[in-house]
Each structure stands twice: as structure tokens, then as C-alpha cells.
């Protein structure tokens, strides 16, 4: 099984356009450090809960919309080592500077699958 880098965060809904080429600038760069598959989804149907959400998670404002994403690698050592060269490619470094979104509300984790049917 692969090992799953997951990410939410809130976007301006007039980011949309920005967002998705900041996207497609990044995914080569997963995919060239070790990444298998890039995922980047723009929330479509994201319902208030009750008691949590998505929105709350990364306390979405007003205009912004929640997008979901992913990042598969083939395990976790692989993750890690391509985290680490992130640290210090400078593309990454440009590429934080001018996110489409406030990443400080981006929330992230690594993912061990444990159904993959």
C-alpha cells in the first residue's frame, strides 16, 4: 500500500483560478521528489456540522471555500525524505510566498491506508 499526505485549507473563492496554478506549479515537483499521485479538490458540497466541520477545521471565512487534497507516495519513507528536500528547494520557498491561501489555517497529516479497494 502507498502511504497518503492529506491537506485542507480555505481559499478565497476568488482565488480559485490563482489556486489551481499554484496547484499545477506544485505537482511536478511532488511528482519529481517522489510523489505517485497529486489530488487537489475544490469543495463542491462541504455541509456545516453540528458540532465540527470542515470549514470550522480551518476556520473558513466568509467567500472562502474548503479544498481538499492529497498527495500519495509509495511509503513513508519516501515522504519523508521528499518533506525534507522540500525544506530547502527554493521553488518550494517561492511557492509559499505567494500561496493563493492563508496557509498558517492549512491543516495536514500523513495517512497509513488501511482499505484500498
Known amino acids: 500500500m502507498t502511504y497518503v499526505e492529506g491537506f485542507i ?20 515537483l511532488f511528482k519529481e521528489l517522489g510523489a505517485t499521485r497529486v489530488v487537489e479538490c475544490w469543495g463542491d458540497d462541504v455541509p456545516e456540522g453540528k458540532l ?8 473558513a471565512e466568509e467567500g472562502e471555500i474548503v479544498v481538499f487534497s492529497w498527495i500519495e507516495y509509495p511509503s513513508k519513507d519516501v515522504r519523508d525524505a521528499a518533506n525534507k528536500k522540500m525544506m530547502s528547494d527554493p521553488r518550494m520557498k517561492e511557492m509559499g510566498a505567494t500561496m493563493p491561501f492563508d496557509g498558517k489555517r492549512m491543516i495536514l497529516g500523513g495517512f497509513m491506508p488501511v482499505l484500498d479497494v
Do not use: L, Y
Open 9 to 28: 485549507a480555505a481559499v478565497p473563492a476568488s482565488n480559485k483560478e490563482a489556486f489551481k496554478k499554484h496547484a499545477a506549479k506544485a505537482a511536478p
Open 52 to 59: 465540527t466541520d470542515f470549514r470550522g477545521a480551518v476556520k
